[in-house]
């Protein structure tokens, strides 16, 4: 994340509308802005015959049952909620060593022609050293969550109002990632990388935080790994099962193994995936509309080595599949770091990554796995904020962000149409995300 003030007070807000035929996708033969590969069937059952790849429950093919056992027929499911609106939340930082420099705003029902909204908090976000945020949402409210150097969750009500700041573990660094509501015990649960000295950094945390917002004195701890630099970071609720990356940190941020670790929202018990791929650092993407029966997540390896992926997992079996692996060979699209995902509803893979090629120049991808083509559509792409891209099932939208020299935006692309809007943001971007409301 760029380290970025500006001496303005407000926020300035610069919206262009780029014409469709501007913004169409480029039509370039050139491996380095377009390349073929294999197709990938969304939803295909096939896996990889890589034994490591089975869950540690044992979980396999010889579990399953016919059709017509009776002790395997499933509960009826609960109809799925409609949603009725969308909202863009953005948090912003004005550095990682600037001390309660961050911001949180918002763009109701997605409506950017009047610029993003700021919700005031007296202090600002953040600790005392710096600031680093990310943003979690559910049904009836958001939080910002503070990260580097910062225990402090800073709840905000359905109406954007500002609710209060709880700390998780006070006075002590643990470097939060994510949080999530857990709706069936209305509970929060936090992840974070460490909760040590930010000094020692020799331990790295294997647990969860979990507590009731009226009572986050008595927050308790799940362990979800006998590997204690198991490092969880990034979470995604589906159905009553949390999924949870774990990155598997050690001393150096180097990572040995990949795993997501599964945990029943019910009952708190755990099962955990083995990758074939290490280090899971982007957001776990679901969208029901493309694909119910699978998560799909980027793994970034070991960073410049070529040894990351974008996955599929099965959300009931854990099988898990290669869709697209990172590559070293000269001039290929791919020869860099998957960073991060969002799958619109017409089934394109829109893919954050860092180019190694062009000096880290960070590309905006567009992945159609029917078609087995990948494009490269946007560069100048900032791939270091908490939650650089989202997708909105209600307008179509991606939004991401990326630098111009010394400034940076706000990118609303439409999936369809490619129309873009950009804004211009006062400070340095940490995190954006789009908030549902159901009926």
């Not at 509308?17 to 590969?37: A, F, I, N, Q, W």
């Not at 589906?238 to 040995?256: E, H, P, R």
């Not at 943001?425 to 940490?430: D, I, K």
Request: proline residues 4%; aromatic residues 10%; glycine residues 6%.
């Amino acid at each position: 994340m760029k380290k970025i003030v500006f001496s303005v007070l407000t926020l300035i807000l610069l919206v262009f509308l780029v014409s469709c035929e501007d913004s169409t996708l480029p039509d370039l033969p050139d491996m380095e802005e377009s390349m073929d590969v294999d197709t990938f069937e969304i939803g295909d059952e096939e896996t990889t015959d890589d034994p490591d790849q089975a869950p540690v429950n044992g979980d396999n093919d010889e579990t399953n049952v016919a059709d017509d056992d009776p002790a395997e027929i499933p509960d009826e499911e609960e109809p799925e909620p409609v949603i009725k609106a969308a909202h863009l939340l953005i948090a912003t930082v004005g550095g990682y060593d600037v001390p309660m420099s961050g911001h949180v705003y918002y763009a109701e029902n997605e409506d950017l022609t009047g610029g993003l909204k700021e919700i005031p908090v007296e202090g600002g976000m953040g600790s005392s050293d710096g600031a680093d945020l990310n943003v979690a949402a559910w049904e009836n409210g958001f939080a910002v969550v503070g990260r580097h150097d910062s225990s402090s969750l800073y709840f905000f009500d359905d109406d954007f109002k500002f609710e209060q700041e709880i700390k998780v573990k006070p006075d002590t660094y643990i470097n939060m990632q994510d949080m999530v509501y857990n709706p069936f015990k209305d509970e929060f649960i936090v992840s974070a990388l460490n909760f040590d000295a930010f000094d020692s950094k020799t331990t790295y945390s294997n647990k969860l935080f979990i507590f009731k917002k009226d009572s986050p004195e008595t927050a308790t701890t799940l362990e979800i790994s006998d590997n204690e630099s198991a490092s969880p970071a990034k979470m995604k609720i589906v159905g009553k099962k949390l999924f949870v990356a774990l990155q598997n940190l050690d001393t150096y941020n180097t990572s040995a193994k990949g795993e997501i670790a599964v945990v029943n929202l019910e009952d708190y018990s755990v099962e955990r995936i083995t990758l074939p791929t290490t280090n899971p650092t982007g957001k776990i993407e679901y969208n029901k509309n493309v694909d119910k029966n699978h998560i799909y997540l980027t793994t970034t390896g070991n960073w410049k080595q070529g040894d990351g992926a974008l996955l599929q997992v099965n959300t009931d079996t854990y099988e898990v599949k290669k869709v697209l692996s990172e590559s070293v060979e000269e001039n290929n699209i791919l020869d860099g770091d998957f960073v991060d995902l969002s799958i619109a509803d017409n089934g394109d893979f829109f893919i954050i990554f860092s180019n190694n090629i062009l000096y880290n120049d960070n590309s905006l991808l567009l992945y159609k796995p029917n078609d087995g083509k990948i494009t490269k559509i946007d560069s100048g792409i900032n791939a270091f904020a908490a939650n650089p891209i989202d997708y909105s099932s209600v307008t179509g939208k991606i939004y991401y962000f990326v630098d111009d020299k010394s400034d940076t935006y706000l990118k609303a692309l439409d999936s369809e149409s490619y129309e873009e809007i950009k804004l211009l943001l006062q400070y340095g971007p940490a995190a954006l995300r789009v908030k549902y409301d159901f009926e």
